[in-house]
């Protein structure tokens, strides 16, 4: 299995016959890594978590012609008029077989979903914005709400044998940014473990490592590949 970070929390995850594209992200096309006339043999399924523009890049929609790329998209997310892609439209708290892929989602703290995918064998996890979202001084109703349906959403994944999840960590929540990470890894778990949506901060990585999580991977640039 191959896996490329792009951007942000843009991942492409490459198994033996298809390609999983999660919230493809291109900063208004200046990085715009993913090219999906590289896969002519494999299928393509593009994944958008939520609407929100750093997760939804609506150029992913000039692909929707090319006969093996479909789109797996949140109940939030919109194409626009006279659009012919394949597309399905998920809601939280449901299971789907689409086109030789299962998935299922959970219901995001922030917008959208999150993503529990299996493809040839493999099981990958992308969380879009489900992320434990504990903000320093707000109040503690607010923070409490955001403990609870966290973990509410990530206990429904126990029992799953998960190869690849891409986890949210934000460093713009301070000293809280590892609190996703280490429910995620105290009660599900992962073979590896990749952060996103930590803004080009790349110093996440080994701050996650140098706290114990041997399972996560070092990422220092975009566009970078990894062999699983």
Excluded at 10 to 20: A, D, H, I, P, Y
Excluded at 164 to 176: H, I, S
Aim: aromatic share 16%; proline share 4%; with cysteine.
């Amino acid at each position: 299995m191959k896996v490329t970070y792009l951007n942000h929390s843009g991942f492409s995850v490459e198994t033996e016959t298809k390609v999983l594209l999660f919230d493809y992200y291109t900063e208004s096309g200046r990085k715009a890594y993913f090219d999906p006339a590289a896969y002519p043999e494999k299928d393509i399924f593009v994944f958008v978590s939520h609407a929100h523009e750093d997760h939804y890049d609506r150029r992913i929609l000039d692909w929707g012609t090319m006969p093996n790329v479909k789109y797996v998209l949140s109940f939030d997310v919109r194409t626009m008029m006279g659009f012919e892609g394949e597309v399905l439209h998920v809601q939280p708290h449901e299971e789907y077989t689409f086109d030789g892929i299962t998935v299922k989602t959970l219901q995001s703290n922030d917008e959208g979903v999150a993503f529990l995918v299996k493809a040839d064998g493999k099981t990958i996890y992308h969380a879009g914005d489900l992320n434990w979202w504990h903000w320093n001084g707000e109040p503690d109703f607010f923070n409490d709400d955001i403990k609870k349906s966290y973990t509410t959403e990530i206990d429904k994944l126990k029992g799953e044998k998960i190869d690849v999840a891409f986890v949210p960590a934000d460093l713009r929540l301070e000293d809280k940014y590892f609190w996703a990470v280490n429910y995620f890894h105290q009660t599900v778990g992962a073979e590896v473990l990749f952060p996103m949506h930590f803004w080009g901060r790349f110093d996440v990585c080994p701050m996650l490592q140098e706290l114990g999580f041997a399972n996560v991977m070092k990422i220092t640039e975009e566009n970078q590949k990894f062999e699983i």
